[in-house]
């Protein structure tokens, strides 16, 4: 192959991740896109098919893709654990320099690649695409990713940045420091964020979904909003015992208030709504409080049980001759 000629003089690796789940519709239409952009591309390159449990033809789809591309590689999970930890598989396998996670559903345009490489091999070792719009995304679930980005940024010391998705490029030593966050609950966004190293937003426009449909809904959305506040703040706990100050303060000056009242006014007993209003208030409080400290329990819970975070059903390499030799490997790193 002639691009072989010119992947060995570029002299390094590019894998490309790609969590799947139930896109058998898409994923020609992607494969297409992708390999266009990385035959331009001067690396070796592995694209790295997570498919995380789907239930349609898309494993198939992958294995028939493979056996035209040896680029492809295919990291089968035993069952559905969800985008942020088929990423993580996908990481896990992959060799190159540097690694890209990219969607399936074409909501993250391939052709964006060549543009991420540059500024990583200008020095920055993560290079994001930022969304300038979202077609195809209804006023409400705007609003909400919006108020949402903002929230994270007030709650957390970790800066997340707004309206980023996880469309990015990572560098080897990137990836690595994320291949050490073991977390169960993986809140990618701020993991991304955690790690820090000169990072670098390219802006995008965020394409509507080529083919088959979103997977999140917005119970789905509401849990991973708080999956991101919990894993990377502490605040709603401080919250819980500020509030707690709070009440106690008010009942405090509501006591003084019939204290005096009485005093003044004597006391003919008109106290039964009032009775009821301030034990319904403070037992909504506790229960918050205790549902609070519960959603941290819970996620403490989960990491103690220290279980792998995916287990692996196959994993099928790529067949490009030179995308597992170490030896190859070892001579691009160190040049
Ligand atoms: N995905 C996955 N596991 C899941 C859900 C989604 O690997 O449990 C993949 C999906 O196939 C796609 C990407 O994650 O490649 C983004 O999913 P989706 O388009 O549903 O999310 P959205 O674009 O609406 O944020
Ligand atoms: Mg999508």
């Not at 999970?77 to 190159?96: P, Q, V």
């Amino acid at each position: 192959m002639a691009d072989e000629i010119k992947n060995t003089d570029a002299g390094y690796r590019l894998s490309v991740v790609v969590p799947v789940f139930n896109e058998e519709e898409v994923l020609p239409e992607f494969h297409r896109r992708l390999a266009c952009v990385l035959d331009k591309v001067s690396a070796q390159s592995e694209i790295i098919y997570v498919n995380d449990g789907s239930v349609d033809g898309s494993l198939p789809e992958m294995r028939r893709l493979k056996t035209e591309d040896e680029r492809i590689a295919i990291v089968d999970l035993s069952r559905n654990f969800g985008k942020e930890i088929a990423m993580t598989a996908g990481f896990d396998h992959a060799h190159g320099d540097a690694v890209v996670v990219i969607d399936a559903d074409l909501q993250d345009p391939p052709e964006l690649i060549p543009e991420m490489i540059k500024h990583w091999r200008g020095g920055y070792d993560v290079v994001y695409a930022q969304r300038t719009s979202r077609a195809g995304e209804s006023v409400v679930k705007k609003t909400t990713a919006h108020l949402f980005y903002r929230l994270m940024q007030k709650l957390s010391r970790v800066d997340i940045p707004r309206d980023a998705g996880d469309f990015r490029l990572l560098s080897r030593r990137a990836v690595d420091a994320l291949a050490g966050l073991r977390e169960q609950h993986r809140f990618m966004k701020g993991l991304f964020a955690w790690i820090g190293y000169p990072q670098k937003a390219i802006p995008y426009q965020r394409d509507s979904r080529h083919d088959g449909k979103s997977k999140w809904n917005y119970i789905g959305l509401w849990n991973f909003a708080i999956e991101g506040i919990t894993s990377f703040s502490t605040v709603p706990l401080k919250a819980a015992t500020y509030l707690g100050v709070l009440t106690a303060f008010s009942a405090f000056l509501f006591g003084m208030f019939i204290v005096l009242q009485t005093l003044f006014y004597g006391n003919p007993v008109p106290g039964y709504p009032s009775l009821l209003v301030v034990v319904l208030f403070l037992g909504g409080i506790q229960l918050m409080a205790l549902g609070v400290i519960g959603e941290y329990l819970g996620r403490m819970f989960d990491e103690t049980k220290g279980r792998p975070l995916y287990l692996i059903n196959a994993y099928e390499e790529a067949q490009g001759k030179n995308n597992h030799d170490p030896e190859i490997v070892r001579e691009l790193t160190s040049n």
